[in-house]
């Protein structure tokens, strides 16, 4: 019984935005036929990033499709380096820190795709398992002679390097082994298609010329874009650095803020991309957010889907209840009922104060409070204002008892304190 597709997987990826080259005859092959894809994945650290949402997505629609997803975990790989969009050499890392980094990322990866047996469920591989036997000597001998040095200095990710400033052997000889991979992977595993960023498009080709040579068969490629923003810069990271799915690294909150404040003129592309809605939905939701931009609508959407995904509902439930405190009217119930992870990332912008736990176990005198022990007022006079003009409060709750004490039993899980200034300026007060 031949193979129907549940849908054109090239075709969706091009109307998503998703979609950067594929080789000649790779549309037809996964029309025709249920096809086994990987991605590689850098085990650098022990939590992928936004910026491997998109292979993943790759790998979801992929499996969606109807086709079989392959994983790989680079356990060897992540040994050498992958030179692709990098301008200086990495670190490298030893054994025992690749295989956290690897049993970490494998978690993660579960939360996406559907491992298992039979059907198209997906399987994951590490390229240790077959480098680790490997002499040096034999690897050169038996795979180095099949391509050659001018074959691999036409790469961009060699030409670049050497354009920069120079890239060592370790660097050089990568593409060969991510070549190598692709070619174990379609004798042992029957795999005739690699996907990844357009940044891998020359190892990736390693591979199939390896296949092609060694094999005497056809592999195919496919890659997306790099996404970036409308001025140009990478998408993925924050202020701090990479926008991480480990909640431990990056709390939900600020994931679901990361989504909720991309720009407009972003949205439109990005809902395309990483959204898994169909396009009837998100045409419908793009012709909303047409014309009031203002809303957000897109971006909203966005966020809550994004954090459901990576993170759960609980946790956007929690983004949410942040979110409104903070920016909308929230209520001293709403902040109230903030887990403290949750607290603890919303005020990770707010101006903050410590104060000693003992002192507010005695009490203090809330004017000294406000203008001494912190400095949210430059005296006590302005505090006193504030208050008598009914414009401060503590948690949410309004205060305006300017002979009150502060005591530990107005504590946020024990420690937290917020203050409002107005409308809109917060302090957190952390008891120590």
Not at 388 to 407: L, M, P, S
Request: proline share 2%; hydrophobic share 40%; glycine share 10%.
């Amino acid at each position: 019984m031949s193979f129907q597709p549940h849908f054109d997987f090239v075709e969706e990826l091009r109307w998503r935005g998703l979609l950067h080259d594929a080789m000649p005859g790779t549309q037809e092959l996964l029309n025709t036929e249920q096809v086994t894809g990987y991605v590689g994945f850098d085990p650098t650290a022990d939590s992928l990033h936004i910026g491997n949402l998109v292979p993943i997505t790759q790998l979801m629609h992929f499996q969606r499709a109807g086709h079989i997803p392959m994983a790989l975990v680079g356990g060897a790989t992540g040994m050498v380096g992958d030179p692709s969009g990098k301008s200086d050499e990495r670190k490298l890392l030893d054994v025992a820190t690749i295989e956290h980094n690897i049993s970490c990322q494998k978690k993660q990866l579960e939360k996406f795709i559907e491992f298992g047996e039979g059907g198209n469920k997906a399987k994951m591989v590490n390229n240790y398992d077959w480098f680790k036997n490997w002499s040096f000597l034999d690897f050169i001998r038996d795979v180095g002679k099949h391509i050659t040095v001018s074959y691999m200095m036409g790469k961009d990710s060699v030409k670049n390097r050497l354009e920069s400033g120079g890239l060592s052997f370790t660097e050089f000889s990568y593409q060969l082994v991510q070549g190598y991979d692709f070619l174990h992977l379609y004798k042992n595993e029957g795999c005739k298609l690699q996907m990844g960023g357009s940044d891998q498009w020359g190892n990736i080709t390693t591979g199939t010329e390896l296949i092609r040579r060694m094999a005497g068969g056809e592999g195919y490629a496919l890659t997306a874009p790099l996404i970036t923003k409308a001025d140009g810069t990478k998408f993925g990271k924050s202020e701090g650095g990479n926008v991480w799915l480990d909640p431990a690294k990056t709390s939900p909150y600020k994931f679901y803020q990361f989504w909720l404040n991309v720009a407009d003129e972003d949205a439109v592309r990005f809902i395309k991309i990483y959204s898994l809605k169909n396009r009837e939905q998100i045409e419908a939701l793009i012709a909303e957010h047409t014309g009031q931009e203002h809303m957000r609508i897109l971006q909203k959407e966005l966020a809550a889907e994004m954090t459901v995904r990576v993170h759960s509902e609980a946790d956007l439930e929690m983004a949410l209840k942040a979110t409104q405190i903070f920016f909308g009217n929230g209520s001293a119930e709403d902040l109230k009922a903030l887990d403290e992870a949750t607290l603890s990332a919303a005020a990770d912008g707010m101006e903050r104060f410590e104060v000693s736990k003992s002192a507010l176990t005695e009490g203090i005198q809330v004017l000294d409070l406000l203008a001494v022990n912190t400095q949210i007022f430059p005296s006590k006079s302005e505090a006193r204002k504030m208050l008598q003009a009914n414009g401060f409060a503590f948690n949410k709750d309004k205060y305006t008892d300017i002979e009150g004490n502060v005591t530990d039993a107005i504590l946020l899980h024990g420690k937290y304190l917020i203050a409002q200034k107005g409308k809109k300026q917060y302090f957190l007060i952390e008891a120590v």
